[in-house]
């Protein structure tokens, strides 16, 4: 497929995984945020349009998140996925609503994979970031807010 990506939300310069198209360059993340593999927000929650350049059966979409709280970056709050036909009437493809962060310093890949079949040339992602940090977290008393750290948008 012969992809293009376009992005309503900025990430840091500091985290832009190479650029606007790093969300669909198959490079993928590590655990390590430093590798420069990750595209990060800040203050913002991602929202994506990927462009298919046709009107494919896709039957799969996969998104990769990372956790990293002692670094302050957190699993979004929820996850939104659309398709559409047109790039202007979007239908529901996915909803996903992530669990409440617990007080953990384990690092981890979070890889969601939705298959269900559409036809679609469009596909809509709005990641919503988790925001003020919990009350456990050591940034919490210095009003710290969280990150967004995103990898690969796979559609299939």
Same mark, same amino acid.
């Given at each position: ?7 309503? /939300? ?5 985290? #832009?995984?190479? %650029? ?8 993928? %993340? ?18 994506? &349009? &990927? ?7 896709? /039957? ?56 269900? /079949? ?25 009003? %710290?807010? #969280?990150?967004?750290? &995103? ?6």
């Amino acid at each position: 497929m012969n992809l293009k990506i376009k992005l309503y /939300s900025d990430y840091e310069n500091q985290f #832009s995984a190479g %650029g606007n198209d790093a969300l669909i360059d198959s490079l993928f %993340g590590t655990e390590d945020f430093r590798t420069g593999t990750w595209q990060g927000y800040s203050n913002t929650d991602l929202h994506a &349009v &990927v462009d298919l350049g046709k009107d494919p059966l896709i /039957s799969n979409v996969k998104i990769s998140f990372l956790r990293d709280q002692r670094s302050w970056i957190f699993l979004p709050r929820d996850l939104k996925i659309f398709t559409s036909l047109d790039g202007v009437n979007y239908k529901k493809y996915k909803n996903w609503t992530f669990n409440p962060p617990t007080n953990t310093g384990e690092i981890k890949i979070e890889t969601l994979a939705f298959s269900k /079949s559409a036809k679609a040339r469009y596909i809509k992602v709005i990641a919503k970031k988790y925001g003020n940090l919990p009350k456990w977290h050591l940034g919490a008393p210095y009003d %710290g807010k #969280s990150w967004l750290f &995103v990898d690969e948008i796979e559609i299939k």
